[in-house]
């Protein structure tokens, strides 16, 4: 797939689900920790030992604070597909840095590989060294590679950043249209309106969505008994949290995919209030032609509340 950003596609995937992020790479973390209280984003490059040494493909530094106080730094290394560039002796060095920086964190660093391929061939998973029986060096890290896990076991995961990631896994031909299903309805479900509409994109990309199967899944959603979720979505993280044009955007969607819309008859919307708006997330779920629907906004632009 030429001319995609990797790195930034993986980077901003990390950055607005960091929460569920930890919870997927290291649970056990909140398990034993508690709660979180606070995230920061430290500097996101590592320094370099050389200025000739090539930066990171990606380098996420997630400093996690939690309800007692304990801090732990997770970080997160994706290296754009390609193991051959990995160096687990680099790595180390990066670790120190970071040890070093934030010495009253636990360090995690984590690899994420993301090719969709068997490998002949490992990477190295940790490094010891060794005088006797004394224990001079150990060192290892976070292994994540994606499609080493079936996607079908995850179909019933309440983690968004599991479910946008369920097309770099493991799946058979004949899965590919329910992965695609799980990805979509699941990040429907679980995340905000606009991250919905933003990673649907990651989606497509990663399985390789034709515009056909992208409206097939869209259908789906609109028919299905999730779709009662439209008004609560709109409701609690579209307008409540000032994102009315990512909720316009997702309802003028769903409204033309229905109805085979044009840009006129979408124009209708204009004008109608954020309460309207929830209103006509609900309505439109029980209404079988757009002539319904332009009759409820002439009401309501009429000051008509049924």
């Keep these: 797939m030429p001319n995609i950003s990797h790195d930034q596609n993986f980077k901003n995937l990390v950055l607005d689900f960091p929460v569920e992020t930890l919870q997927w790479v290291l649970p056990e973390a909140i398990e034993r920790l508690g709660p979180v209280e606070k995230v920061e984003f430290t500097r996101q490059e590592p320094k370099k030992r050389k200025l000739s040494d090539s930066h990171l493909a990606l380098d996420v530094p997630i400093l996690f604070t939690f309800r007692g106080g304990q801090k732990l730094l997770l970080w997160l290394l994706e290296f754009q597909e390609d193991k051959a560039k990995f160096s687990i002796y680099k790595l180390l060095h990066y670790a120190a840095d970071e040890m070093e920086a934030h010495p009253d964190a636990i360090v995690a660093p984590t690899v994420i590989f993301t090719d969709r391929r068997r490998w002949r061939k490992d990477v190295p998973r940790n490094l010891e060294s060794r005088l006797g029986d004394r224990l001079l060096l150990h060192f290892k890290y976070i ?146 032609s757009f002539e319904e629907i332009e009759k409820w906004i002439q009401r309501r632009k009429a000051g008509n509340l049924s």
């Design 143 to 288: 292994f994540l590679k994606l499609f080493d896990y079936d996607a079908r076991d995850f179909f019933e995961t309440r983690n968004p950043v599991v479910k946008i990631l369920l097309p770099k896994m493991n799946y058979a031909p004949e899965e590919r249209w329910e992965v695609i299903r799980q990805a979509y309805i699941g990040l429907f479900e679980l995340a905000s309106i606009q991250l919905f509409l933003k990673y649907t994109d990651f989606i497509d990309i990663y399985a390789e969505v034709s515009e056909h199967e992208r409206e097939r899944v869209i259908d789906e959603i609109q028919d299905r008994e999730e779709t009662v979720m439209i008004k609560q979505i709109l409701m609690e993280e579209g307008w409540k949290e000032g994102r009315q044009e990512a909720s316009f955007s997702l309802l003028s969607r769903l409204l033309t995919k229905k109805f085979q819309l044009s840009q006129d008859q979408i124009g209708m919307l204009d004008g109608l209030r954020p309460e309207d708006m929830f209103d006509l997330g609900e309505f439109m779920l029980e209404c079988d």
